[in-house]
């Protein structure tokens, strides 16, 4: 077990944004990314966490992710709005559609953020939720690498293809859900790689299309949907909303597009915004919020019950008091990062250097 | 092995039609339950099809659904159509729902069309397809009778909480899907029990709240999510969008609602459509739409695969030709409430006397 480091919220930011910076990144960007990488940190989401900040830096260095691109906005419609990110992390051009999303869905009923030519490296759960601490309710959708089967085939063709829900509540943060279309993540089979676990039933196909445990196999092979048919049919209406709708890639494209193997990818977005008080006839907001949580009551009536997002807002109270523990060695590359002693040149997401950096603990 | 009647599907659709308006229902609605019960037996999804007549009759003599009241529509904001279906089936409210709907995604990029109290017992294909076939990207979101417990939980909460999404093609009818977040239809449990068939893992729970493989068991316990946190997590999704964010009912209440025991559930909906050109910034529609054939490509590229509506449309192919099959005591019933001598005071849903009619074969 490494020696763990102790990094307070504020130091977690001010060492990721001060590293970009140094990295290469503006300004805008660095703190943009830095507002993620901290969120996840602070929910405890490592995978999204500084674990990341080697992939952003790669992504830079192998000239495909831009760090100083102004993200450009323009109306596609009256409630759809683009942000062209060209080609740099989607962290900010999400940042800067939060409210101009918020302001169409707010005054059209139902809005929708597409981004262009973004890198994206994130989980999907701080826009909506984002959205959701304005009031509205938020639903997000991207492609990524391709490393997942259609139901019924074996070769990878879909990314994890995830999508994100959020709604809000008033007296905390909200009911929100971020999850892949995957069986699994494929960090996850990466660990059980690492630890020589084997891999549930359902989660992967090897090189030679049959089912699979090995984890190793599993990685040369595919991984699988979840929920058979329907999942796959989930994750083919993700390419279809954050690909061709958008004018932007599938997931395959983007692996072609990641010549250089960072394990980034580079595609298209679509964020959806809805503001429940204009699908009310009698604009009672607050009938229509004690209506959402009396259902969320009878599900936490049920013992064995938990909202998505319970792990993460629990997280969010421990580490806002004692900060978040940090495996030695990763904390050690952020530093050679931040002084620039480390030029970012790391290994990609497919070799299990980095994972063993955060996941040794 | 009961005998099997054919009809055409012009036979379905005007004895649908005359038998509806001979219980009671006036033309509008009878026409319209007639098409989605036609297009059901086209598309051979018999579970929709004539087998749901019955239902249809029940539900208006039990006093809770309506049969003879024009919807009303009316705008909540510029992008959100709402139609109230003063309790009347919600087929008619779709149809009339499907230009308005349109037109305003073609004004706004997207737009949303809430349906308020309304009895559902179709399936969510029809009016997705109908939005495909306008050119325009369609989901649907409708919440159920309390059937399945939430992940971890062992009580019945949620509705089987479907979801469709259509996306148009351009020679040849749409990619779509509508899919249960359930992991099987409450049908298919009952066909099961019928046939003394035991059921797979994962599908329900007893009511001591354990795993079960006894479809009676499972009938009077509750059936569970399909890829547990994940489908629970849609599901609850789909009870909020069309459960609170319209003002109408969650899934239990709609059970509570249901006093005479119709297994009609009653409730809202909600229907988005987004024009896909107005999401793009070349304006090629021709472009994207072949984009999305290239992903459509793939998918089929791999053998084993399949698009999740393909049975439907072979089924329609043949339909068109050959008409359809309907098992002699079903159509003995439906002769019976077109000549007036049935008056629909049938077994409900949890009785399997209809399920038995409609399975035999």
């Keep these: 077990m490494s020696k763990m480091i102790n990094m307070s919220l504020e130091e977690v930011h001010s060492t990721t944004r001060a590293l970009l910076e140094k990295q290469g990144f503006n300004e805008a960007h660095a703190q943009s990314i830095a507002n993620t990488v901290t969120a996840a940190e602070r929910d405890e989401c490592r995978h ?41 992390y989607s962290n900010l051009a999400l940042e800067r559609g939060d409210h101009l999303l918020a302001d169409r869905a707010r005054q059209f009923g139902i809005a929708a953020l597409v981004i262009n030519h973004c890198h ?21 959708f991207v492609s990524a690498s391709p490393y997942v089967a259609p139901a019924g085939g074996t070769k990878p063709l879909f990314g994890t293809n995830p999508m994100s829900f959020a709604w809000p509540r008033q007296d905390g943060p909200p009911f929100c859900f971020d999850m892949a279309t995957s069986a699994s993540a494929r960090g996850e089979i990466q660990i059980r790689m690492r630890d020589g676990r084997q891999l549930p039933e359902g989660w992967a196909i090897g090189p030679d299309g049959k089912p699979t445990s090995d984890p190793k196999q599993a990685l040369l092979g595919a991984q699988l949907p979840f929920g058979g048919f329907k999942g796959s049919a989930l994750a083919t209406m993700i390419e279809l909303l954050a690909g061709p709708l958008v004018g932007d890639f599938l997931s395959v494209e983007s692996g072609e597009y990641d010549t250089a193997n960072t394990g980034t990818c580079c595609g298209g977005q679509l964020v959806l915004a809805m503001d429940p008080i204009r699908f009310m006839t009698n604009g009672n907001r607050e009938q229509q919020m004690a209506h959402a949580e009396k259902l969320f009551g009878l599900i936490l009536a049920q013992e064995g019950t938990r909202l998505p997002s319970d792990r993460r807002y629990e997280a969010r109270k421990r580490t806002a008091r004692h900060g978040v523990e940090v495996p030695q060695s990763l904390y050690e590359t952020l530093q050679a990062l931040k002084s620039g002693k480390a030029d970012g040149s790391l290994n990609g997401y497919e070799g299990d250097h980095l994972l063993k950096q955060t996941t040794a603990a």
């Design 48 to 88: 999204h966490g500084l674990f990341r900040i080697p992939f952003y830096v790669n992504g830079l260095k192998s000239g495909l992710a831009t760090g100083d691109k102004e993200p450009t906005v323009s109306d596609l419609a009256p409630a759809v709005i683009r942000i062209d990110a060209h080609y740099g």
């Design 120 to 140: 994206s490296i994130v989980a999907l759960w701080p826009e909506v939720e984002r959205l959701a601490d304005r009031g509205l309710v938020g639903m997000s």
